[in-house]
């Protein structure tokens, strides 16, 4: 079944007509038959009106009306007859109703015996005529069940749409409902068959929200819990190291693992931070030129451990944002660069303002990324095929970019770097207007 | 008038809207397993528009096509499209596939065509005998009302009758829906191989052949019973021979297509 609506109009109306309709033609059928009798009625009552007349009277021009015709016949003589009637006997003498020919008409003829007079009173009406009036008095009682149709039609429509409205807002809610929104539905009047469903869905919504918060939770419980064994972890590593005097090259695999793993727990809890429901931003005037400089400044000791050129352009530009989350998202572009451009490379971060937007651009000359892989990067997760071995990474960076910068209602793309090679991030972030 | 011109447009629109239905109702039951075969309805109203303009066209050259071969060309005609009809709806229900077909592609362009040109046939048939009917009516000023109000009141009787079924056989199983579906089609094309037979030999393009039954007295053709079987299944009181044998040969050919055999004994097909 398509549409309820369509379904319920249609055969509604379908069984409306076929009933109705029906009905009429049976009426029709039944009224003609009574019109018969009738119009029977009258042809008796008007030979008795003929046999009272005083035939002296009668001459070839008396007519008792256009339809009806008669003879008065005495021993096999016409001794009467109207204006219509033949010279000859238009039915015989039988007595009774019958049908007879003449004048190029069909006629309902009636004959009756005067014993009074001792004569033969024959009257006829022109069936044709008779029918014509019985069919049109018919049609005019079945006519209003035609010309009603359109109108019952549309008082069902009107009455289906809006027995199913509840069902429509219904629809029309959970259609129109965002990716992450979880409240209950709310219908104006809930009809009692629907209550169950809506309790339903409602009850639904109700759990996938509690699980999607405790999935969410879990995850940020957990890193925070593991904060603090890790930093022990850290500072007992570090002793041990003290204590042995050595640096083998397992101790060093231990230690990586260490930054790894906080690394790992640090960006998880980023994550969740940036998560539309979690951040709280403060957003006001902040100016990206020096956000960029305060983040270069305290990432610079490890470029500079790798040898790598770093080159910061532009000036002082305002946008409205969050300084801390936008701190987050330079550090995790420029650490990406730092990470994947090989020891000696340049990075080069571009900010320019314009009428449209600010744009923040952070390049490398590093292996760049694959036409295929570069709308996948932005997923939790996910590693580039050229993430290589030496680097450390946990796939969220560039997540919570994506986050940071849907806060921001700004526009992250991969392009390819001017250097030649490499890539480049572009955040644009929308202008004043916007 | 009104009683004449009740029974006249019923017996072709019956005819039409019946037919419309089960071939609505075939596609839909087919699509259910095989969305890409008629992906939208649009067909039904390029059908029906092709149908409406055939008929008045038909109507209105009738004078001049009723003179072709030595004056039975209306009767040769209309056999020409019932026996057309059969052919187009044997290649649809022959077409009918497990694959899914994707619209647009060949097959599907071929059995949006046979149904479009099976439904226009059909409207333009029965549309063309009503038109017909309704001009020769014109001129008597005293009976355009009520010939009108009966068309009317027959058609609306035809098309409600067509809707009706079509949705208490969405109502059941669907393979009883279907089975059903396909013996009226099947019914329908005996019916149409029986009429170009009749014609046929009206035209002296036929033998004429002995009369097999004379049923007119238990169940006349034209009671309101007799027109509605008429419509359903082909019903005839006095049926020739090759009538008879032509409608067993239409009827027996849908039946032995793969859609029909797999729906009545439920194979994988459809």
């Not at chain 1, 003609?32 to 021009?61: C, P």
């Not at chain 1, 770097?417 to 929308?430: E, I, K, L, T």
Request: hydrophobic share 50%; charged share 15%.
């Amino acid at each position: 079944m398509t549409s309820i609506r369509k379904f319920l109009i249609l055969a509604i109306v379908a069984t409306l007509i076929l009933f109705n309709f029906i009905a009429a033609l049976r009426g029709y059928q039944s009224s003609m038959f009574e019109a018969e009798t009738l119009f029977d009625n009258q042809l008796l009552d008007l030979s008795r009106l003929v046999s009272n007349l005083d035939e002296s009277r009668i001459n070839g021009e008396f007519r008792l009306g256009n339809n009806v015709a008669f003879q008065i016949w005495d021993n096999d003589q016409l001794v009467a007859a109207s204006f219509h009637a033949p010279q000859d006997l238009i039915t015989p003498l039988l007595g009774g109703f019958e049908y007879s020919n003449f004048e190029g008409y069909r006629w309902r003829t009636y004959t009756r015996h005067d014993d009074v007079r001792n004569r033969w009173v024959i009257v006829a009406e022109r069936t044709d005529l008779r029918f014509i009036l019985a069919e049109n008095v018919v049609l005019e009682s079945i006519s209003p069940i035609l010309v009603g149709i359109p109108i019952v039609g549309l008082v069902i429509w009107v009455v289906v749409s809006f027995g199913l409205s509840p069902l429509t807002q219904l629809s029309s809610q959970l259609g129109r409902k965002k990716v992450g929104d979880l409240s209950p539905i709310e219908l104006r009047q809930t009809p009692s068959e629907l209550e169950p469903v809506l309790q339903s869905v409602n009850g639904f919504i109700n759990r996938l929200s509690l699980a999607l918060e405790r999935e969410k939770r879990f995850s940020a419980d957990a890193a925070h819990e593991l904060r603090t064994p890790i930093s022990a972890l850290k500072i007992q590593l570090h002793n041990l190291q003290q204590e042995l005097g050595t640096k083998s090259d397992a101790f060093v695999d231990l230690q990586q693992g260490v930054e790894r793993m906080q690394h790992l727990v640090e960006q998880l809890l980023s994550l969740y931070r940036s998560t539309p429901d979690q951040f709280a931003a403060e957003c006001r005037s902040v100016d990206l030129h020096e956000i960029t400089q305060d983040v270069v400044a305290r990432y610079y000791p490890m470029i500079e451990a790798r040898e790598q050129s770093l080159e910061l352009e532009g000036e002082r530009c305002l946008i409205s944002g969050d300084r801390f989350a936008l701190e987050t998202l330079i550090t995790n572009l420029l650490s990406n660069a730092g990470k994947y451009t090989h020891a000696g490379g340049n990075i080069r971060l571009k900010i320019s303002s314009a009428e449209s937007g600010a744009q923040l651009v952070v390049e490398d000359d590093g292996p760049g990324i694959s036409n295929e892989e570069r709308h996948r990067v932005f997923d939790r997760f996910y590693r580039t095929g050229n993430s290589g071995s030496k680097a450390t990474g946990c796939g969220l960076g560039l997540t919570i970019v994506k986050h940071i910068a849907d806060l921001h209602g700004a526009h992250v793309t991969v392009e390819d770097s001017s250097f030649g090679r490499g890539v480049a991030f572009r955040v644009a972030f929308p202008g004043a207007g916007a | 008038m009104f009683l004449t011109s009740v029974i006249l447009v019923l017996q072709e629109i019956l005819e039409a809207a019946l037919l419309l239905s089960m071939l609505l109702l075939v596609t839909r039951l087919i699509e259910s397993g095989n969305k890409g075969l008629i992906a939208n309805r649009t067909w039904i109203w390029s059908a029906l528009a092709c149908g409406v303009l055939l008929a008045w066209s038909y109507a209105l050259y009738m004078p001049v096509i009723a003179e072709w071969f030595d004056y039975v060309g209306q009767e040769v005609t209309n056999a020409a499209c019932q026996l057309l009809t059969i052919v187009l709806l044997l290649v649809f229900i022959y077409g009918i596939k497990n694959q899914v077909e994707l619209p647009g592609s060949a097959h599907t362009l071929v059995a949006s065509f046979c149904l479009i040109v099976v439904v226009a046939l059909a409207i333009m048939r029965e549309g063309s005998e009503i038109v017909l009917y309704l001009r020769g009516i014109m001129g008597q000023p005293e009976a355009v009302s009520p010939v009108l109000l009966g068309a009317a009141l027959a058609t609306g009787i035809g098309v409600s009758c067509g809707i009706l079924l079509y949705y208490l056989l969405i109502a059941l199983k669907r393979h009883i829906a279907l089975r059903v579906a396909l013996v009226l089609l099947a019914f329908f094309a005996g019916n149409m191989a029986s009429q170009a037979v009749l014609l046929l030999t009206q035209a002296d393009w036929a033998p004429y052949t002995s009369q097999v039954w004379d049923s007119s007295a238990l169940l006349p053709e034209y009671s309101v019973a007799g027109q509605l079987l008429y419509a359903l299944v082909g019903y005839e009181a006095t049926p020739s021979l090759l009538q008879l044998a032509a409608y067993v040969g239409a009827f027996l050919m849908i039946a032995a297509s793969p859609v029909f055999r797999s729906a009545w004994f439920r194979q994988d097909l459809v």
